[in-house]
């Protein structure tokens, strides 16, 4: 795995570690560290555990790097939400099959993923849609695709998701009847599909959700041959540490076996941040002390969008030998650019004596730190490192553990 790394160009460090990287280097840029292990142990959590087929939700995290570890941990389904996505992927994993999710796309991002890269999978959410999906597959001798999965999104709750994902999309109860009726007609497999919100943190929201979906099969008398639950999966950050995977797996499995739907159905999810959270934290230096404020080199318009814009706390440690034997207090972060927007309320815990020089590790922020990252003011990201210690929390490696205990018992 290491090597292979090696050979995309990324510095190596074995054995390393976030402590051994800072003090080591002493990096005047912030360091992204990279754990291939973790992302393809929650793979393959995913791929062995969830009741139906995984697709990687590439938007959390589009690193090429990435999406051949889940690959090889056996995700071979991926969500795509853009033609830059669907030509990455492709590019990236040519036996991958590429599924288009957005629901509303351009006619020439729809034709050139169905006949240039073999995309047969798509999603909408109003008639108009239907109806370009159908133009835009249909070749220039006149002939209409027939090879065509079609998921039709509803619109459901967010009440139970620290990120809401309500408004935008989906079909609301009025609108699915026909909406329904009609993609049956030229759609060779209906699927149904919606999305929780981002970082759910009950599974109950599966279950309501999954009641909306009979609804709409029972209202417009169809037959469905895909039930997508969409993303949603949480990870575990400060404040929010939602119940285990499993629980989200049952329920959701319990409720799927309800519908009105054939033996033959497909179940599917979407899962982004459960599959990626995990895979990268950041490096970053205090280059001065305020009270309780910290003036960081990374921030808002790096990989700390969701800490500066909708107050994400994630988990920090101080990366210092000796350790500080001071308490913990409660600090604010500002980043580096010139913007007093590039400000992290959080409250981050840290030693009552950081100071200017130190350097802080930043977690779980394989999902959607590097996507949202930019260049604003000049300030860039530095080295990229691959190491093997653990993330700084995990859903998966207590399960992990209990499987290597459960084959030492059993031998």
Sequence with gaps: MHKHHSALGLATAPSGSARGIALAKRPVQPVTLIRPHAAARAARYFVEKFPGRSLYAVKANPSPDLIRVLWDAGVTHYDVASIAEVRMVAATL????????HPVKAAEAIEEA???????VFSLDSIEELEKIVAATTDSDGNAATDLTLCVRLRVSSEHSMLSLASKFGAAPGETKELLFRTR???DALGICFHVGSQAMTPEAYAQAIERVRAAIVDAAV???VVDVGGG???SYPGMEPPPLDRYFETIHRAYESLPISYSAELWAEPGRALCAEYSSLIVRVERRRGA?????????GALFDAAHIGWRFPV???REPDSNARDMEFSFYGPTCDDMDHMAGPFLLPADVQAGDYIEIGMLGAYGSAM???????TNGETVVVDDEPMTSLYRDEEDETVRANVVTL
């Design 94 to 101: 040519p036996g991958a099959t590429l599924c288009f999710m």
């Design 114 to 120: 169905y006949f240039q890269h073999g995309v047969r």
């Design 185 to 187: 007609q030229v759609a």
């Design 223 to 225: 037959t469905v041959d």
């Design 233 to 235: 999966f949480p990870s």
């Design 293 to 301: 404020e910290l003036y960081i080199n990374d921030g808002a318009y």
């Design 317 to 319: 440690a101080l990366l």
């Design 373 to 379: 990252r930019t260049a604003f003011n000049g300030f």
